[in-house]
């Protein structure tokens, strides 16, 4: 992966609030925002279940139609 490339990907994490750029120099240093990733998880957790159990209720009436 390119620098640039590295690059914009920090750049996106940034404008989401998930990483922290501090730069000293020529040295940038990243820090992740654990809890908003925590938040994201959640979120994909509850949607997650949603779809798992509308999937298998469709498998299920597909199976059963056979």
Known sequence: MSLPA??????????????????????????????KLRDAAAWLDHYRTFWDNTLAALAAFAERSK
């Open 6 to 35: 590295v690059s914009k990907h920090i750049r996106v994490l940034e404008r989401a609030g998930l990483v922290e750029r501090t730069i000293e120099g020529r040295v940038h240093r990243c820090a992740l925002d654990a809890e």
